[in-house]
């Protein structure tokens, strides 16, 4: 008996050794932890609680992910697109990346009081990537749809150069020009701005022009046919598919445009449900995909968005488009940083060998809190591939998360430093400690209450309706002090004062 173990033991070593597991993380941008029909949120017994949203949306394989694993309701991103998707690829909080705004393609955009030495170029070649990692290792790394990880100008607007064999799709740009093959997936022309098309155009999609399709599965059949041709040339693959969906512009998908339009919402907020289902859709079939190369069981799938809500429904402050959550993208509150987050093996299989080292919960909700930064070492980890041991992490491993059991070893806080402005909150960082958050705000204004800080007790208090600064000074104080230890810790840049290049530190109450 005790050699026939050895026999089975050697025999899942080198079948690990010979078939690395793949990996898929679809990114889905401007997508919120209410953009769903899938239940994220709980009530007081831990039970998933549906809200209006939840029954607006249609999401059947979100659903169907779920059912294979895990669901994260605690999930947190940046307040904006390319920090997160910086996070993503270096496991580096942004206040230390200092990529802490959007890449505008072509233009400096810290603000008016922005920090000089924020990071507006992004990822260059030669950084540590997950991507890159992962390729070093003999993963096939297939990049498609958004990248936005550098400017126009530079070469890491091109994913290629920063560890990816493919690209489609991916360039400076953070949104697409038009969602529509009819119209190139660039901007429709108006008059004098002829001129300026083709600056928003979504790059490598040619061959679709002038085609009556939606850009969402454009990229779902690139995204295919790269999967089959790595499988047939038995590369272990890793596909970042990054949706364009459902950023703006909000144009309507035909394909389930009758779906909303008896709803009672507004026109805009009816195309982004179409968005949302459209891909919906593109997650459905690349499952379906991977089932029929017959690669599901050796598959883990990473479903997340890259920050909180953009859905075109109420006052970007209020509760109203995360409802029951307060605030969207941009802003300073949960609505603008909560993101749904999925984890599972494509297809369960206890027998597998991959599934028993990441045993990963079924039909599972995850209340402790994670963040975006934590998927760089989780991955790692997965493919037996380390990162340079000089190379700083934020982020911590989620397995045992991931089995839906609780992990003492992590704390639960989460920095989010925006020193930029405009955007829905200007110039502010919060801090999650536990059950609280502080706001700190560098130039108060009616949005801060005409304070630099904010607190609310979360676990009271989850939909941030009772500011107790004022109230609860001792708890404001050790908030404060953990987020300047957090910023100073990872070397953040700060907004500066007016007409100069003094920064301007948060300050303790």
Excluded at 129 to 134: E, I, K, P, R, V
Excluded at 261 to 286: C, N, R, V, W, Y
Excluded at 433 to 462: A, C, R
Aim: aromatic letters at 10%.
């Amino acid at each position: 008996m005790k050699r026939l173990l050895l026999i089975l033991t050697a025999l899942a070593s080198q079948l690990f050794a010979a078939a690395p597991p793949n990996i898929v993380v679809m990114l889905v941008d401007d997508m919120g932890v209410m953009d769903t029909s899938l239940p994220f949120l709980t009530d007081a017994a831990g039970k998933p609680k549906r809200y209006p949203l939840n029954e607006y949306y249609r999401t059947p394989n979100m659903e169907r992910l779920a059912a294979k694993g895990v669901r994260f309701n605690n999930f947190c991103a940046m307040s904006v697109c390319s920090p997160t998707r910086i996070s993503i690829m270096t496991g580096q909080n942004a206040a230390r990346h200092r990529t802490t705004n959007w890449i505008n393609p072509d233009n400096d955009n810290a603000g008016p009081q922005g920090p000089p030495e924020w990071n507006w170029k992004g990822l260059k070649p030669g950084d540590v990537t997950l991507a890159g990692l992962l390729e070093g290792a003999g993963y096939r790394t297939i990049h498609v749809g958004k990248g936005h990880f550098a400017p126009r100008s530079f070469e890491a607007a091109d994913p290629s150069k920063i560890g990816f064999d493919i690209n489609v799709a991916g360039g400076s740009i953070g949104a697409p020009g038009s969602y529509y093959g009819k119209q190139n997936f660039d901007r429709p022309a108006k008059g004098k701005e002829q001129a300026k098309r083709g600056s928003h155009a979504v790059p490598g999609l040619e061959k679709y022009h002038g085609q009556d399709i939606f850009l969402t599965e454009a990229l779902t059949l690139e995204a295919k046919d790269r999967l089959s041709t790595a499988v047939q040339e038995k590369k272990p693959f890793f596909l970042y598919f990054a949706q364009y969906a459902v950023h703006a512009p909000f144009d309507s998908d035909p394909r389930f445009a009758d779906h909303y339009k008896d709803s009672g919402k507004p026109p805009q907020a009816q195309a982004f449900a179409t968005l949302i289902e459209g891909m919906d859709k593109s997650l459905g079939d690349i499952l379906d995909h991977l089932e029929t190369l017959g690669v599901a069981d050796n598959t883990l799938v990473l479903f997340l968005g890259d920050n909180g809500s953009d859905a075109p429904l109420g006052h970007e402050h209020a509760v109203a488009c995360a409802a029951p959550l307060r605030g969207k993208k941009g802003s300073h509150y949960e609505g603008g940083m909560r993101v749904p987050f999925i984890a599972a093996w494509a297809k369960p299989d206890a027998a597998s060998p991959h599934q028993q080292r990441l045993p990963i919960a079924v039909n599972a909700i995850q209340s402790q809190q994670a963040a975006v930064y934590d998927l760089f070492p989780t991955l790692l980890r997965l493919a037996d591939v380390k990162a340079p041991a000089q190379h700083a992490l934020d982020g911590r491993p989620l397995d045992t998360l991931l089995t839906g059991k609780p992990d003492s070893s992590r704390d639960e806080k989460f920095l989010m430093h925006y020193p930029h402005a405009p955007h829905r909150t200007h110039y502010f960082t919060s801090f999650r400690d536990g059950g609280w958050k502080v706001i700190y705000h560098y130039f108060p204004t009616e949005v801060s209450e005409g304070s630099h800080y904010q607190l609310f007790n979360l676990k009271d208090d989850p939909f941030e309706q009772n500011n107790l600064a004022s109230t609860h000074p001792a708890e404001l104080k050790r908030l404060m002090q953990g987020l300047i230890e957090g910023l100073e810790a990872q070397h953040a840049v700060y907004p500066v004062e007016k007409g100069t290049t003094t920064p301007v530190k948060p300050q303790l109450p």
